[in-house]
């Protein structure tokens, strides 16, 4: 070895060394009276070096870890175990929680005492986890390559976040470790994964996202399956780790597509690679694939301080500089880059790289400039960003924003010498959820009406044959049918689902005929959410779900009528134009940032505005709602940014 390298290279590992024992002994200081509890655990490993270090990298990094405990946190575990048990759910697993249950208790944090680890942990579970961490490390034959420094992020830690401690690497060993050795023997990491995603994916799980709350604990959640993506990813996190699979969270801080974050596990190939998987809804694939939404920018929990990810100004949101998250959106996306060029912005200036959010920007990202120049790294391309900086706690726009794909970037400057007429039917995407519930329970349902109460001898008014693609469907007959009595039934073996239905005398009426409720069905719960009510209440964001399928409702119309036209409306998340709301179109404008071309009252499910060539728009209602994303038009038709390939 060249003796100017190794010279380089003794001083870097001396400089190491020396800010991990700082770390250490900053760590027992901390500690207090706890401390002889830490060194037990240093002592006890003071002949097995490998053991040893890794009882250093847990306490020098355990100062900032606590967990959250206290009473009403134990009222919200009893609320979800109360639910569970119940098992009312609607679309996909959605755990259905009483309303009051959610008031009393949404925010609990303020309630919680923090426990900080250093000074509560014991040496007893510290030396039984590490014992435990190393037995699957070493026995397993996928990890004969697993280093050191990899063994310490995806096996070792003791803990998730902030979740109360317990006894978990035991309890998720003695269940899982049985049933992946039965099902599995062989040496691909890989494989191993996916038969314990299977195994978990039948034990199922529930989505309720109504409380904030800190992580579950693993002992709750091996019995008790509910949250949302965050405790999915921390049950596999445990069953995982518990039986030597080298495993992670990986997170976007904010998706431009779905307007919040999302995590999912990733899972240690033998390569080196990381390989997504959310045991829920997909497995692990070599091929890379993911659930498709679009991210912006990726970083990894880990359980080690990241150095690089540390603050280069105060000027750097919280949400850039958390000291546990490793930004790997290169292992999605390859490395890139994107230069900008900032005259006039001088050296060491901070910019930052946004997507759009409520009418400002969310930074995924931030540069310092040289040379009048800033450089972002690993972007997700096919997405809109702006970069800007921050001046007061006011950001400030830096020019135009653009697309970046592949090649480059592509400005959005607007050429308002050329005008073009274009039709706007939504304020944001039509994600694939959404549509999934606006048809899964309406397709083959039907509308009849009839001269009894009793729905026999009924003549059909609609049958929902294709797919629903926007929420105000009016529907006019060629022939008008008469009847008193409306009846909305269910599709076969499916539950009533509908937001609201209309029924009209004449094909020109826009004030429907007035409908008494005759016959009701249970809803799938209480709460006000799923009030049959809602079917006739005139707000589209509110809708009826029974509890049983192959069920019908009836409607009094309070006289036999000639009926010409019905307008229905399937559940739906509210963001396609409605007519009466308020709408303000706007365009992004280098000087004028953003700049109005003009409010229009909806008169139809429809927009028409005149607006310049090659702009960014953001369409925003001043009557309700909040969900909103901008676009840009191409071939006549509004392109969101989940739809750009």
């Not at 009393?104 to 590490?130: C, G, P, S, W």
């Not at 592949?406 to 944001?428: A, H, S």
């Not at 009528?561 to 399937?570: E, G, H, Q, S, W």
């Not at 404008?589 to 700049?595: A, G, L, P």
């Amino acid at each position: 070895m060249n003796i100017k390298i190794f010279i380089f290279l003794t001083i870097l590992l001396s400089a190491c060394s020396s800010y991990q024992d700082k770390q250490l002994e900053y760590a027992l200081e901390l500690a207090k009276e706890n401390r002889q509890e830490l060194e037990k655990v240093l002592k006890h490993y003071q002949n097995s070096p490998e053991k040893l270090a890794a009882a250093h990298f847990l306490i020098q990094n355990m100062p900032y870890y606590y967990e959250y405990d206290g009473k009403q946190l134990d009222t919200v575990k009893s609320i979800i175990k109360e639910a569970l048990k119940e098992k009312r759910v609607f679309g996909v697993k959605s755990l259905i929680i009483r309303d009051r249950k959610v008031n009393m208790n949404r925010d609990v944090f303020h309630t919680l005492e923090k426990k900080h680890d250093v000074q509560t942990i014991t040496a007893d579970y510290l030396i039984k986890n590490i014992d435990l961490a190393f037995k699957v490390w070493k026995e397993r034959p996928w990890n004969k390559n697993l280093c050191f420094e990899d063994f310490c992020e995806l096996i070792l830690p003791y803990r998730i976040a902030n979740e109360k401690l317990s006894d978990w690497r035991c309890t998720y060993y003695n269940r899982y470790a049985p049933l992946l050795d039965s099902l599995y023997k062989g040496d691909d990491v890989i494989e191993a994964c996916n038969t314990l995603v299977r195994i978990l994916k039948k034990e199922g799980f529930y989505y309720n996202a109504q409380f904030k709350i800190p992580h579950l604990d693993a002992l709750f959640l091996v019995e008790n399956r509910a949250g949302y993506c965050r405790e999915t990813c921390d049950i596999s996190l445990y069953a995982m780790r518990a039986v030597g699979i080298p495993v992670a969270t990986d997170n976007m801080v904010y998706s431009p597509e779905y307007q919040g974050g999302h995590s999912w596990n990733v899972v240690r190939d033998t390569t080196g690679r990381f390989i997504p998987f959310l045991y829920t809804d997909y497995e692990a694939s070599r091929d890379m694939k993911d659930d498709g939404r679009k991210k912006g920018k990726i970083t990894r929990d880990c359980f080690g301080l990241q150095k690089n990810r540390l603050p280069v100004s105060k000027a750097v949101p919280a949400t850039l500089r958390h000291p546990f998250s490793k930004d790997v959106t290169d292992n999605y996306f390859g490395k890139n880059e994107i230069v900008l060029h900032l005259d006039e912005y001088n050296k060491n200036e901070v910019v930052f790289l946004g997507v759009f959010h409520k009418g400002s920007w969310i930074p995924l990202d931030f540069a310092i400039t040289s040379n009048s120049q800033a450089v972002f790294k690993n972007m997700e391309p096919n997405l809109i960003y702006q970069p800007f900086v921050e001046q007061d706690g006011i950001q400030q726009p830096i020019g135009y924003p653009f697309l970046f794909i592949k090649e480059g970037v592509q400005y959005f400057t607007p050429d308002t010498t050329i005008l073009e007429n274009i039709i706007i039917k939504r304020k944001y995407p039509l994600r694939d959820y959404i549509a999934r519930a606006m048809n899964t329970n309406v397709r083959e349902a039907r509308i009849e009406c009839s001269d009894t109460p009793a729905a026999i001898n009924t003549r059909l008014l609609y049958k929902i044959k294709d797919s629903v693609i926007t929420d105000r469907n009016l529907i006019s007959f060629d022939s008008p049918v008469k009847g008193r009595y409306i009846h909305i039934i269910s599709a076969p073996n499916k539950p009533v689902d509908i937001a609201e239905l209309s029924i009209y005398e004449n094909i020109h009426d826009s004030i429907p005929v007035p409908m008494t409720l005759i016959r009701e069905i249970k809803p799938v719960h209480t709460n006000k959410r799923f009030a049959i009510t809602n079917i006739t209440d005139g707000d589209p964001l509110t809708s009826f779900i029974s509890n049983d399928s192959t069920n019908y409702i009836t409607y009094d119309l309070g006289k036999s009528i000639k009926v010409n036209k019905l307008m229905f409306i399937p559940r739906n998340d509210g963001n396609f134009i409605w007519q009466g709301d308020t709408y303000e179109l706007f365009y992004r404008s280098n000087s004028e940032k953003w700049k109005s071309l003009g409010k229009q009252i909806a008169a139809s499910s429809e927009l028409h505005y005149q607006v310049p060539r090659n702009a960014l728009f953001w369409l925003h209602n001043h009557t309700k709602g909040t969900e909103e994303q901008v676009f840009y038009m191409q071939n006549g038709k509004q392109i969101f940014a989940c739809d750009i390939k």
